[in-house]
């Protein structure tokens, strides 16, 4: 199977758009309300932009009002991981594909709570969607 964690940042570099590289593999988060999918709320589902694997539904996809597209789950376990990240002197939870390693967004505790109050909130440039 191919290792995507390994992959070299040549690689990255040439597999990805320049925006994509920067948020992806540098961490740059998007600016609000520019993303392709902060306001798509087509079915289908969402898949990392450097792997393809599938880590979102449109059936968990709301409205959150902040500019970047949130959710409030994933798509089965392990799609995910979620890391400490402290960065700009505040705490947050740091939202990578589990497959390739790529950041996708933050992890925040402001969700729906009636769907367990969490807010996957995602750079539209991290995904790419398909529509059903």
Not at 49 to 72: I, M, R, V
Not at 93 to 119: A, N, Q, T
């Amino acid at each position: 199977m191919d290792d995507m964690q390994n992959k070299s940042e040549e690689y990255w570099k040439e597999k990805l758009t320049p925006k994509q590289y920067k948020v992806m593999r540098l961490s740059a988060t998007e600016p609000p309300f520019t993303g392709e999918y902060y306001a798509t709320f087509d079915n289908g589902v969402y898949k990392c932009a450097g792997c393809g694997e599938t880590l979102f539904s449109s059936d968990t996809k709301y409205d959150a009002g902040c500019g970047w597209p949130s959710f409030w789950n994933a798509i089965g376990d392990g799609k995910l991981e979620l890391k400490d990240d402290n960065s700009f002197g505040m705490h947050r939870i740091e939202v990578l594909c589990s497959k390739c390693g790529g950041h996708l967004g933050h992890l925040f505790d402001d969700g729906p709570g009636d769907k367990g109050g969490k807010r996957y909130c995602i750079n539209s440039t991290s995904l790419n969607f398909e529509k059903k």
